[in-house]
């Protein structure tokens, strides 16, 4: 796949800036983005279970320049969504999509490994398995077991309105998230207290918002102006609880569900449970997965003089 | 009168200018009697109602917020309340995930010159309101319980994630 790929992009490079992928990072469990500027870059380019990031997120950036992207499944909803909202000219991107078998959580390998990831000397991939060595002890790990939630309930694994797809097409086979579902059947009390221990944690360093595709605003996000004051400097539970309903409000309808925001965390909390949440009410309201659809305008920009599912909430 | 004979509990209703607020106003001056417990803020339109409103006055020690607006196809400015509708019922349907209680919350249209469905709107809510009785609240806590916080933030997590 990866030399398909490598193909693509060399007879694309010459009307590009540049070309987003993926090579080997700082030790053999991370992969980190790749900028291609020229051919002799194209060697360091990596595919796989690593290529973790959701390399859209630069795109908004880099607005105006011809500029190519490496995408996977989840990765190319982004783009969708990112034009559908104007925030990027998809005649100015060259998507280079990727059929994808599904990307590790390195929190979930941090846990199936005996030692810390640092303590990792040498890791191999062999087809759905990892074989490490961790400190002296050689250890094997299944793909399956260390996949990403969003892996687990993915329904596009092909990546969608590619200009080039690479690999052989998989067919979707979505699975209900186990932590998802833990968290849906408490009581609601109980998910009060479950986000008052977990927002304990947070450290506001907003990484979460850093990481995500679509918040754009930079400078001018509410959890950080004085003018309008949204967001107390306390770092309390209500007010890191807060900066999320922020977070999550302004995603409603165009949350991709990429996971970078839970990804980048670096307390893992599980912020995925909240935007799944959302999705699933703005696909029972508006029938509506953002990123899906290219020109489709997000259901919070729009109405209808009568809504299908919303009753007129008489008393 | 008070819809129960308990403390008043704070209830932050958001009113669009045109017709709910001028509701709220023909209740008034027809003097029916209503509960005390709801403070109202005017906004132009209902469509300026950002849920974050709506989450920032719960998060903040609200017991209920109640929205009101023109009826829909009513608009003073044709469309606002279109697209209030819809993120409403968009945050209506959420705050369950929140652990917020959902009944906290509703959102009802009221024109002005419907007095009557005003006060049985105000009274039917802060009846709701007291049968919940004051809401939970998260913590805002002090540096010190913060520090007691990230303790347990660098042993490792605890959420059913990590089960
Ligand atoms: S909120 Fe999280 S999952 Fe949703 S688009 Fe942003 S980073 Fe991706
Ligand atoms: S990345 Fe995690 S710790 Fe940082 S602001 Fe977001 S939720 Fe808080």
Known sequence: ?????????????????????????????????????????????????????????????????????????????????????????????????????????????????????????QATWHSDRLQAVVAGHAVEVRLQDILADKCISCRYPNALAADVLVGAARTPAPQPVPCQDAFDALPQAEKLAFWEATMARCIRCYAC???????????????????????????????????????????????????????????????????????????????????????????LLTFQV?????????W | MSASDSRELRIVGFLCNWCSYGGADTAGVARFAQPT?????????????DPLFIVRALVNGADGVLVSGCHPRDCHYAEGNFYARRRLETLKRFLDATGIDPARFEYTWVSASEGQRWQHVVTEFTRRIHALGPAPLLRHVSDGAWFDAAAPAAAGPACPCHG
């Open chain 2, 37 to 49: 417990d709801l403070r109202i803020i005017r906004v132009p339109c209902s469509g300026r109602i």
């Open chain 1, 1 to 121: 796949m990866v030399e398909a790929l490598k193909t693509a992009i060399a007879e694309r490079l010459a009307d590009l800036e540049m070309v987003i992928g993926w090579e080997m990072g700082f030790d053999a469990l991370h992969a980190t983005p790749l900028f291609i500027r020229e051919e002799g870059d194209l060697h360091r380019l990596t595919l796989g279970p690593l290529a973790v990031h959701n390399l859209a997120t630069y795109l908004p950036g880099l607005k105006g320049k011809k500029v190519g992207v490496v995408v996977k499944g989840c990765d190319s909803r982004s783009v969708i969504q990112l034009a559908n909202e104007g925030l990027i000219k998809r005649e100015d991107i060259t998507v280079f999509g990727l059929c994808c078998d599904g990307v590790i959580s390195h929190r979930k390998l941090r846990e199936a490994l005996p030692a810390d990831l640092g303590f990792v000397e």
């Open chain 1, 306 to 314: 009568e809504e299908a599912r919303i009753n007129e909430r008489g």
């Open chain 1, 209 to 299: 918002r850093n990481a995500c595709p679509l918040c754009v605003c930079r400078d001018h996000c509410i959890a950080t102006t004085r003018d309008p004051l949204w967001l107390g400097q306390e770092n309390s539970p209500a007010e890191n609880f807060m900066f999320q309903m922020i977070h999550v409000l302004h995603l409603a309808g165009r949350c991709t569900e990429c996971g970078e925001c839970e990804r980048s965390c670096p307390v893992d909390i599980p912020l995925l449970l909240l935007r799944r949440s959302m999705n699933r009410v703005t696909e029972e309201l508006f029938d509506y997965q953002a990123g899906t659809t290219p020109g489709q305008t997000p259901p």
